[in-house]
T-cell receptor
């Protein structure tokens, strides 16, 4: 069974707009991560937020974590056509390295 | 550094055939993982190895075996392939013992079982 549920499953926006993706999970976590996957490629790590953090920024990415609601969101600001990809949240639930991945959000940014 | 490498990139098998997927990392990571990715299912963990000499089952281990050959290499074996094992397989590594939880992924192996 998968820990993370993501919504929306697919998102289509225009270049320059912001994109928001949400992730919900079921059990207590140690950290939550977001990954990106371009078509036909491996996953690339974007950002990690620990369970004691509420918000984190990296370039055009902003991640929030609400442990009381067991949810996280990823905001990509000023999107570009090159941001077109699938985005996955993944939860780490102890000090070990195992992750449980959500089903992903497919983002399409139209020029 | 090459990061995580996987071979082969593509493979077609007939039902009942066996094969081994190879994975190697050059980042000196202790932990390594094998996932499968099916359409609409995200990634599911097959097996993982927390350190050299140890392996543990993940969410979907049936039909697979693994070997952690040394710190660099972690192989996945299909003893008798079935059509349900048609998928894209990803290997990953990380170093959670150092507080580094992000995983680094290989490019994947696309496997078709007919």
């Amino acid at each position: 069974s998968q820990q993370g549920e993501e919504d929306p499953q697919a998102l289509s926006i225009q270049e320059g707009e912001n994109a928001t993706m949400n992730c919900s999970y079921k059990t207590s976590i140690n950290n939550l991560q977001w990954y990106r996957q371009n078509s036909g490629r491996g996953l690339v790590h974007l950002i990690l937020i620990r369970s004691n953090e509420r918000e984190k920024h990296s370039g055009r990415l902003r991640v929030t974590l609400d442990t009381s609601k067991k949810s996280s969101s990823l905001l990509i600001t000023a999107s570009r056509a090159a941001d077109t990809a699938s985005y996955f949240c993944a939860t780490g639930y102890n000090q070990g390295g195992k992750l449980i991945f959500g089903q992903g959000t497919e983002l399409s940014v139209k020029p | 550094n090459a990061g995580v490498t996987q071979t082969p990139k593509f493979q077609v098998l007939k039902t009942g055939q066996s094969m081994t997927l190879q994975c190697a990392q050059d980042m000196n990571h202790n932990s390594m993982y094998w996932y499968r990715q099916d359409p609409g299912m995200g990634l599911r963990l097959i097996y993982y190895s927390a350190s050299e000499g140890t392996t543990d089952k993940g969410e979907v281990p049936n039909g697979y075996n693994v070997s952690r050959l040394n710190k660099r290499e972690f192989s996945l074996r299909l003893e008798s392939a079935a059509p349900s094992q048609t998928s894209v397989y990803f290997c990953a590594s990380s170093a959670p013992g150092t507080g580094t939880y992000e995983q680094y992924f290989g490019p994947g192996t696309r496997l078709t079982v007919t």
